[in-house]
């Protein structure tokens, strides 16, 4: 298909479309443009309680409240982010609403642009790989989500491992676990590092930087009592997102509870299942030399981290669509006619079924209903673990 792909843009007129499309310049500048105007869409609809939350998290920081509690006088629904989250917001809290927002979604957007290209991939696959998820990006953008940097830190801690910059490595794992606990994945590198006694070391000190911080702006004592309401706050959400009709739970556990109607099936034979499989790879010591066995375990991970967790919601696709995107990417020309299929699947149903490319009645009555938006990624990791307990991987890099 590849080989059609390039006959088709080698023609004048085509090949200068697509090597301008290709230029990361132009990427970067159409990801600014599409920041602001669905940033000021948003200001101006007055759809941005995501961002009110966050902001807010700074204040409530500031004055010794309960940052996780109600507060429906400034933001419906409650904050879910680590204590050390409404110290980073504060910046961006102090500022005018807009103009706050506006810096909110560009800094957001740089830090997974730019981790992006950290990947060992060539411009050609790098810049596809930015297209490939400016949708997803989009959706995560209209709600203001973190989870566009949660996605990037993944991606940098292992782009960071890879170039053997340990200590920095170990900051961002612990900072992304620090504000949403997604980051704690980042240690499923760990068995690619050589040193691994000093990595420990450092994940130590950059908790305990991390830990404290916040108690130089609020006090101690505020702090450890926000870590206690935050376990209490990620309890109770955990027993509401498994419903029938919660907006989260877009997970493969989701897809069973509301497909069976059961809302009662557990989480826990699903993770602890996952988690074998995600692991069993691990064994193919001989294969951590390939570094193309490696971007299939980042693949893996971004995809595992969404598709296994019944927080996840639309928005949080952001993160598992860069592993799909990655999969496909690095992939062996010609890629097999299995694998561009379920491409072509995820872009559709799972990237695009929030958009109008879906009649209202079926994204309505059936792919939210039953957490279909879950159901490619599910397919496309269940692949991918396949591969990579089965295939001989070559070192070179795509």
């Not at 807009?98 to 981790?115: A, C, E, H, K, R």
């Not at 928005?315 to 010609?334: D, N, R």
Request: glycine share 4%; aromatic share 18%; net charge positive.
């Amino acid at each position: 298909m590849f080989s059609k792909i390039n006959t088709f843009y080698s023609k004048p007129l085509l090949s200068k479309a697509w090597e301008y499309l290709q230029t990361h310049r132009i990427i970067l500048f159409a990801w600014i443009v599409v920041a602001i105007i669905i940033t000021v869409k948003q200001y101006v609809l007055g759809s941005y309680n995501n961002y009110s939350i966050f902001k807010y998290a700074y204040f409530h920081a500031l004055d010794g409240q309960n940052l996780y509690a109600a507060y429906p006088k400034d933001h419906q629904d409650t904050n879910h982010y680590g204590p050390l989250f409404s110290l980073l917001i504060g910046p961006f809290a102090l500022l005018p609403d807009l103009l706050g927002m506006i810096f909110w979604q560009l800094i957001n957007v740089l830090f997974l642009y730019f981790s992006i290209k950290q990947l060992p991939l060539n411009n050609r696959n790098i810049s596809i790989l930015h297209w490939i998820i400016l949708n997803e990006l989009v959706t995560a953008m209209l709600s203001f989500q973190f989870n566009i940097s949660i996605a990037a830190i993944i991606i940098l801690s292992y782009t960071l491992i890879e170039k053997k910059k340990n200590f920095w490595a170990a900051f961002f794992i612990i900072l992304g676990t620090f504000i949403k606990l997604y980051g704690v994945v980042g240690l499923a590198f760990f068995f690619f590092i050589k040193d691994k006694p000093k990595f420990i070391i450092y994940l130590i000190f950059w908790s305990a930087i991390l830990f404290v911080i916040p108690m130089v702006f609020f006090s101690p004592q505020f702090i450890l009592q926000s870590y206690l309401d935050w376990y209490s706050s990620l309890t109770e959400k955990q027993a509401l997102n498994a419903s029938l009709n919660s907006m989260q739970d877009i997970s493969l556990m989701g897809m069973f509870r509301r497909i069976s109607g059961n809302p009662s099936i557990p989480n826990l034979p699903f993770i602890i299942s996952g988690i074998l499989l995600f692991c069993l790879p691990y064994l193919r010591v001989k294969q951590y030399n390939s570094p193309i066995f490696r971007l299939y375990y980042l693949a893996s991970v971004l995809i595992f981290v969404v598709i296994f967790s019944n927080s996840s919601e639309s928005p949080t696709y952001i993160i598992a669509m860069s592993g799909v995107g990655l999969w496909f990417i690095i992939q062996q020309v010609p890629v097999k006619p299995v694998f561009i299929i379920l491409f072509i699947f995820a872009m559709l149903l799972t990237s695009f079924s929030p958009t109008d490319i879906f009649p209202r009645f079926i994204r309505n009555e059936y792919i939210k209903p039953y957490s279909l938006k879950a159901f490619p990624c599910v397919l496309i990791w269940f692949t991918l673990c396949y591969q990579l307990l089965t295939k001989k991987f070559v070192a070179q890099i795509k």
